[in-house]
C-alpha cells in the first residue's frame, strides 16, 4: 500500500466476523481518480459466489476525511443489501484508517479499526475492525 497518493485507491477486504471483530485481508487492488473510485464488481460477486467471505471494502480518501461520503453510504448500503449481510467500509486518510459497520438500514462507526501492512507472515495488508455484528 503507498503512503499517499492523490488519487483514491480501494480493495475488497475478504475474511471472517467472529462475534464484534471484522478480520479481512486486502484483495483486488484498484486505483481511480482524485476524488472517485470503484471496485471490480465482477471480482466482488465472483469471490462473494465462490468464497462467501466478503466483509467489505477498504478505500482512501486522499482529501482527509475519515468518514464516509454520501456516496460511499449509498454505495454500501447497495451491497449490503445485494448481499444480505452488514459489510464494512474502511476509510484510510493519510496515516489514520476508520472503519465503518454498513446494514441496509445505515451505519455505524467501527470502535477500533487497524491497518496492517504485508510482512511478519502476513502475505496481504490486514485490517481489522472492533465493532457490533449487525443483523
Do not use: N
Amino acid at each position: 500500500m503507498k503512503k499517499s497518493s492523490f488519487f483514491e485507491e480501494s480493495w475488497i477486504v475478504v475474511g471472517e466476523v467472529i462475534d464484534d471483530v471484522w478480520h479481512g485481508r486486502l484483495f483486488s487492488h484498484r486505483q481511480g481518480k482524485p476524488a472517485e473510485v470503484d471496485v471490480s464488481w465482477r471480482a466482488v460477486l465472483s469471490r462473494e459466489e465462490r468464497f462467501g467471505d466478503v466483509i467489505g471494502f477498504l478505500h482512501t480518501h486522499p482529501s482527509g476525511l475519515l468518514r464516509p461520503s454520501a456516496r460511499d453510504e449509498r454505495t454500501m448500503e447497495a451491497w449490503c443489501s445485494c448481499f444480505g449481510k452488514p459489510l464494512l467500509c474502511g476509510i484510510t486518510a493519510g496515516k489514520e484508517t476508520e472503519g465503518f459497520i454498513f446494514s441496509a438500514d445505515g451505519f455505524v462507526p467501527a470502535k477500533k479499526t487497524a491497518l496492517f501492512p504485508t510482512g511478519r507472515g502476513r502475505p496481504r495488508p490486514t485490517l481489522i475492525a472492533f465493532g457490533m455484528a449487525l443483523k
